[in-house]
Structure formats: C-alpha cells, structure tokens
C-alpha cells in the first residue's frame, strides 16, 4: 500500500481531515498502515538535493565520530550511556545514512529513523556546545524530520498539530470568533477587580503587540487575564490582534515546514497590518524559537528578523522590574527554596539566561534561589521538548526522559520550580505527577500577580464600601 | 424567574440532590434547562489525552468518546429527562471551572446549580481539588447566581419558604440581597437576614472588649435595619439578626435554628487568596457544612425579574 487513509505523505488541509485523524483513537490505525506506507525514493533524494545545505553537509562530513559530545546529550545519559544514544550515532544513523544511501532507503529504516528522531533528541542544541567542530545535532534532527515528514513518517500527534496549524493557523482548534470572545470574556471577568482594565484587540500603534500559546485560551484562559492586569499595572499600551495571535508551532516538532511558513506569516502579517512598536511572545520557549529565532527564515526575510523587534516574555519582565513599572513588595518575596528551569529555546537558543536570573533577583528573597547543576545555557532540556511531551507512543521514553531534571531538581532541595516555558511547565507537572516528588511549579505570571504592588489609583474602588470592622 | 440553568454535574451520586434541584426549578419556572459535564482536564503535555474526571485514567476524548459519555448522562437522568422535555445535554474537556463559566457566557444562564463536594467523595479529580476550585472560581467569577446543593436533604426548589440573607455589608452582598429579596417574595417565604461580627477579624485586644463588641453588634443591626429592612416595603415577613464569631460557624448554626431551606450570600470576590486560603472563604465553608442550597450571588447583573415569578 503506497498511502494509507490516516497515515500518507498528504498534509492535513482541511477540518474534515483533520477530524477524521483525530477519530483515530492514539492513531492505532495510522501507525498500523505506516508499517506499509511505501518510502518515495526518488522523491526523498529529490528533496535532499534541493534542501540539504552545505552546513549539514560539512556538519555530516568532519564529524569525526569522536563521540565528544556523548556525555553533553541528557538522553544519553539517562539511557545508561548506550552507544546509540551518543549524538553523532544518532544522527550519522539516519540523516547520514539517508545522504549516503542518496534516498535508497525502505519502510522499516524510516520507522527507525521516526523513533530516533522524535525520541531519541528533543532539538535541544546542548550538544553543540560541546562538539569541538559545533556540530548541532538539534539543527540536523530538524532537518531530518522535515524529511521524514515529507514522506509520512511522523508520530500521529505531531501530524495533527501540523495540521491544526494549517486549518486553524493555532495548535488547536481556536478559532478567530474564538479567540476574540475569550480576550472580551477575560476582560469583563477582571472588570471588578481591575477598574479599567481592557485587553484591546487590533488597535494599531501600540507600543507593544502580545502573542500568545493557543493552550491558553483554550485552557487556560486566566493566564490572558493575568498578562493583561501586569500590563494594565505597568501602564503599557497595548494590544492583542484579532489574526495572527498564535505564536506556537507544532509544525515545527513535527517537520512541517510549509506550515510553519504559514503559521508564521500569519503572526507577521498582523504586526504589518497593527504596526506596533514592539511585539512581545507569552512564556514560552518553543513560540519564541519559531516565531523569532527561526521563524524570519521560513517567511524568507532578508534580515533574518521579525518585521517589528520581538521579545519573550522575560525579557519584558525584566525591564519592567528594572524600570519600576512593576514593582515588588519586598514582604512578599519569596522565602522557600525555589530553582528556576532554564528552557533551552529562549535561554541557550536566545541567551536570555541573565535576563532570567535578573527577574529571579527582584522575585526571590536573596539566599533562597539555589541553582541547577548545570544551569542557565548549560542546562539540559526539561525531558520533554521537541514535541517528545506530546506523544503517546513515545510515552515510556518521554518519562524516562525526565529523570534528569527530577534529579537535578531534587538534588536543588527546591519545592517550587519557576519554569517560564509551557512546554517544560508541562513536563515538570508530569513529572510530578509520575514520581512525586512534591514539587510545586509556576510561571511568572502568576508569581508577580502575587508580589506586585497594585498602584493606589488602579484599585477597585468600593472596596472598602462593605464591613469595616 | 430564571429563563435558563445551567446545570452542572459529574452524573456521579454526589450530585443526585443537585439534580434534584436543578430539574425541579426547571420545571417549576419553565426554564430551559442544559446538563453540562466536563468529561476530563487536559492531560499531558501538546497531546490529545484528557484525564478523566470521575476515574483519573487518561483517555482519549475523541467524538465517540463524548457521545458516549453523553448517553451515560442520558441514563443517569433518564426518569427526570422523561419529565422534562427538552433538556439540551452538553460535554466538554477542559478545566471545569473555565468550561463552566465558558458555557454559562456563552447561554447567557440566568442560574448554574453545582453539586457541592459532600464528605466521601474520594473519586478521580475530587482528590486533586478541583472541586474546591472548581466552586471558587465558578462563584467568584460567575455573573449569574451560582446555586450549590451538597447535601441529599437538600429541599427542592418549590419547597423553599425559609431563606437565610448572610450579609457582610459589602457592595456583592447588596446584589445577594436583591436576590433573596426577588425570591422570597416569589416563593411567599420568610426572610431571615443574617449578619455576624467576625471577631477573628479584630487584632487589637482592645477591640475584643465587651463594650466594644456590643458596640458593634449594635451598629450591624443597625445596618442591617437601614440598608436592606428598608428595602422590603410592604413585606413584613422577615427577621434580623446579629451574632458575633467565625461568620461560616454563625451561619450555618443560624440557618439551622431558623430551618433555612436556601441560604443566600455573596462570594467576596477579593479578599480570598487561593492559595493560602484553599477552601477557606466563609462562603466555600458554608458551602460544606450547610445542610440546605446555598446560593451565592456576587453581581447585580443578572437577577432574577420578581414579575416573572
Ligand atoms: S558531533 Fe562533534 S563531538 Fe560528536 S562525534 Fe561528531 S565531531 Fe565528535
Ligand atoms: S540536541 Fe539535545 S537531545 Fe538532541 S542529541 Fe543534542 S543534546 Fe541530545
Ligand atoms: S521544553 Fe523547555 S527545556 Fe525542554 S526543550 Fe523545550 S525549552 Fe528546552
């Protein structure tokens, strides 16, 4: 069978098609005609040729095999230090041998190459650091996956993110009307408390264009209303566009990159429609890697940047910490041992790693922060990026995976983890919840809602009106 | 009274009394009545699993799924959906609280009836607090009057005649009011308002005098008189009280002296921080240890219109 119903080298474009994916319940089908879904070798060289530059090509060529950056990978070393877990072989074992074989290549070693890809590396980039050439094996499993993509070797929840990408231009089905109504709904529900408040939708402009994670006003709206409320303290001009609010991008843990292209686009596309000054990305690492970091490159900008000067959400934290348009009650500080996860996409991919450790220095009453071993651009992936947290088959490894920060966590004496990262929030809460450790976890936003001192005439008015004993 | 409710509920036993009362006020003012199950909060990472909500197992919340726990609604409440045409039944995954609230936006609910937690339910999501939240939030946030039922003694709605107004003078208190007001009139019941002098709250020994706390009770009848008795005009069926101590003790201890089948009060939306107060404001307290309904009201928005009753 060249193509199965579920599972083909087909992207998803439609709801109908999405939702016919979806019904396959943990993809049993889909994984079942993968086992005959036909390897298009021609098509996959093809593509080689088009696609491979000659970084990975270098990259593929001097690796000289040394196994150096073995001990850098965190999923080597929680495997027991197999030989196939050292980043080089991991790479040389499915790229490498793709490239050598020119595409000559069956079913059986795609499926190998899916379960290394999507299980064995999270696109973390640590290795690279330590590779004496700089040999980035996150950047090659990228690439490999964009061609394992292609051809239809992709795990069953990733090709429905992509998919969501592409239908609802969001990772899950949050429509414009959507999204829109939840920004009204918050901003009426923060009214009492809030007098003034508004979360301003397609104003153009402002001095600042908020993007957000499609979890949140799915899930969890309040975390809109709490970016709204810091920012109706600090004074900022503001706004959230109508289009284009989804900064996320499954399509890029899954290889899509025609989606991605998509998905970003869009979020460009409102910032040259809005103009604001500046745009700024909710706590999260992966949106930030592909709305900033990588992002410029698929819309094909010349600069490589973003078309408005783009910042994660620490980044605005911090300044306004240090400018005083949040400022922290000092009572409130915290007084508990607390670590903060350093997430690999805005710290080692963005060097935001002082940024962060400026905001713990006004959060964290001093003496209580106690670092990981290693930390900030030396820290190792939370065990569950790369879309690693997202997929049902690879499960077993994903919560082997996590292993290393539980020890690293545990090894702190921390109770609470700041973890300004959905994806890492996400893995440190099923962390928890598989080894219970007793770990609380939290972003900033609501830790600074906590200790922020609310300016007098911000407060709700009436308050008082009630018992004044 | 109330044109729509929403009715919250697991179909688990705990919320047999709240059923109770969400389909008898159905049918006793003509309301459009919507069950709403929230089958599961979304469980791992970017993936399609949701927790299930009464097992705690991960299970995958596809379209079969939700039809399937749509039809175990569909017989839990057989007998009363056979009496009452028309019930519309909703499911959703997601975290209770926000969906609840979602969809009682969405319908414009004039009333959502919860089940409160009851003592034994050890089950699924009970464990991991998301009642406790659940109800917090659902009360804080809600625009229309949120009715908690968590005890099987429970009386229906038609039955009430005996309404305890708890009042702390606060501007969400005078919406609970209208509210109680609207109701006992409907229903031609008594009105018991209720206000005590919470002496937890004093820090100065000073103010735990004798003098002083008589002085207080003596300025709460006072308000209790001039702010709400004022406002009931020709209605003379009611009484006021001021006692002093741990207003959710006071309450509960009250409305079992008067008999109370409704008690009615606001949320006190700001002075709850969730987390150092988990399942601590008078009304969440209440909540659990109150035999009758307790139906919080923290907005004028959306209340009841007396001439429909
Ligand atoms: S990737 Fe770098 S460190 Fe690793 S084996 Fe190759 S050359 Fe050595
Ligand atoms: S990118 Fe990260 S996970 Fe992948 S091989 Fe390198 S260190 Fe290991
Ligand atoms: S989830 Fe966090 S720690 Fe893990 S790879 Fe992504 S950014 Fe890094």
């Known amino acids: ?28 089908k889909y994984y079942e005609e993968m086992l005959s879904l036909e390897v298009d070798r021609e098509k996959l060289w093809a593509t080689i040729q088009k696609t491979c530059k000659s ?17 850098s990978c965190f999923l080597y070393l929680v495997n027991d230090c197999k030989p196939e877990q050292v980043p080089s072989y991991k790479i040389q074992s499915t790229l490498g041998e793709i490239v050598r074989r020119k595409g000559d290549v069956d079913n059986a070693f795609m499926r ?10 999270t696109c973390c980039n640590r290795c690279a650091m330590y590779c004496p050439h700089g040999i980035d094996m996150g950047v090659m499993m990228g690439y490999t996956r964009g061609l394992l993509y292609s051809q239809g070797f992709v795990p069953w929840e990733l090709k429905i993110g992509a998919g969501m990408h592409r239908v609802y231009r969001a990772q899950m089905d949050v429509t414009t009307e959507d999204w829109v109504e939840t920004c009204e709904w918050m901003a009426e529900e923060q009214q009492d408390d809030w007098p003034g408040l508004e979360i301003p939708v397609d104003k153009e402009d402002a001095d600042i264009m908020y993007t957000c994670n499609a979890r949140e006003p799915k899930h969890y709206p309040e975390d809109l209303a709490e970016a709204a409320i810091l920012f109706h303290i600090a004074g900022e001009n503001w706004t959230v566009p109508s289009e284009g ?12 990159w025609e989606a991605c292209k998509l998905q970003v686009e869009n979020v460009y596309a409102a910032i040259d429609r809005l103009k604001p000054k500046r745009v700024i990305g909710t706590e999260c690492g992966h949106a930030h890697r592909a709305t900033v970091i990588e992002g410029p490159f698929w819309a094909g900008r010349p600069d490589g940047q973003p078309p408005a000067p783009y910042i994660h959400y620490v980044q605005w934290v911090a300044e306004a910490l240090r400018e005083g348009k949040l400022k922290i009650d000092p009572a409130k500080r915290i007084k508990q041992p607390v670590t903060y996860q350093d997430s690999c996409n805005y710290i080692r991919n963005w060097g935001l790693a002082e940024t962060a450790r400026e905001i713990l220095s006004y959060l964290v009453e001093p003496g209580y922060l106690i670092e990981m071993t290693p930390n900030k651009e030396h820290n190792y992936c939370c065990g569950g990026g790369g879309g690693f947290n997202g997929i049902g088959k690879f499960r077993p490894q994903r919560n082997k995976a996590l292993l290393t920060k539980r020890d690293q966590i545990l090894a702190t004496g921390a109770k609470l983890v700041i973890a300004p990262c959905h994806n890492c929030w996400d893995a440190i809460r099923d962390l928890e919840e598989e080894y219970h450790i007793h770990i609380d976890w939290s972003f900033l936003k609501p830790l600074l809602l906590k200790m922020v001192i609310v300016p007098e005439h911000l407060k709700p008015k009436d308050e008082e009106e009630g018992d004044e004993e | 009274m109330f044109n729509k409710i929403l009715f919250a509920t697991t179909g688990s036993p705990e919320c047999d009394s709240a059923a109770r009362v969400a389909f008898d006020m159905a049918r006793q003012y003509g309301s459009k009545l919507t069950l709403f199950h929230v089958l599961g909060i979304p469980g791992k990472g970017d993936s399609n699993l949701v927790i299930d909500t009464r097992t705690g197992e991960e299970v995958d919340a596809d379209a079969e799924y939700l039809e399937g726990v749509a039809e175990e609604l569909r017989t839990t409440y057989a007998n009363q959906l056979e009496a009452l045409p028309g019930v519309e039944i909703e499911v959703a995954v997601g975290v209770p609280s926000r969906e609840v609230l979602r969809i009682a936006r969405a319908k414009d609910v004039d009333m959502i009836v919860l089940c409160g937690p009851s003592e034994g339910q050890q089950s699924g999501f009970y464990k991991r607090g998301v009642v406790g939240d659940n109800l917090r939030k659902v009360a804080k946030a809600a625009r229309c009057p949120v009715l908690t039922v968590s005890r099987p003694s429970a009386s229906f709605w038609g039955g009430f005649s005996n309404i305890v107004f708890a009042t702390d003078f606060s501007k969400a208190s005078e ?15 008594e009105l018991h308002m209720f206000h005590c002098v919470d002496l937890s709250r004093f820090q100065s020994p000073i103010a735990l005098t ?27 069926r009611y009484t006021s009280e001021v006692w002093e101590g741990t207003p959710y003790v006071e309450i509960v201890k009250f409305a079992r002296e008067r008999q109370a089948d409704l008690i009615v009060m606001a949320h006190h939306a700001r002075d709850v921080d969730p987390d150092e107060r988990p399942f601590g404001s008078t009304l969440e307290q209440v909540i659990v240890r109150a035999s009758c309904p307790v139906v919080s009201v923290n907005r004028p928005d959306k209340l009841p219109q007396a001439a429909e009753a």
Not at chain 1, 57 to 71: I, N, P, S, Y
Not at chain 2, 176 to 187: E, H, L, P, Y
Request: charged fraction near 30%; proline fraction near 2%; include cysteine.
């Open chain 1, 1 to 28: 069978m060249p193509e199965g119903i579920y599972c083909n080298k087909r992207p998803i474009t439609t709801e109908e098609e999405l939702k016919a994916l979806l019904s396959d319940t943990r993809g049993t």
């Open chain 1, 55 to 71: 970084r990975t090509k270098t990259w593929l060529d001097v690796c000289a095999r040394c196994g150096l950056c073995a001990d």
């Open chain 1, 112 to 121: 190998h190459a899916m379960e290394v890809a999507w299980s064995q590396c």
């Open chain 1, 245 to 256: 609010w989804e900064q996320t991008s499954l399509s890029m843990f899954a290889g899509d």
């Open chain 2, 175 to 189: 919406s609970a009011f209208q509210f109680a007001k609207t109701v006992v009139k409907a229903v031609d019941g």
């Open chain 2, 210 to 236: 004798q003098d002083g706390i008589e002085a207080k009770l003596a300025e709460s009848r006072r308000r209790l008189h001039h702010e709400y008795a004022t406002q009931l005009g020709d209605f003379k």
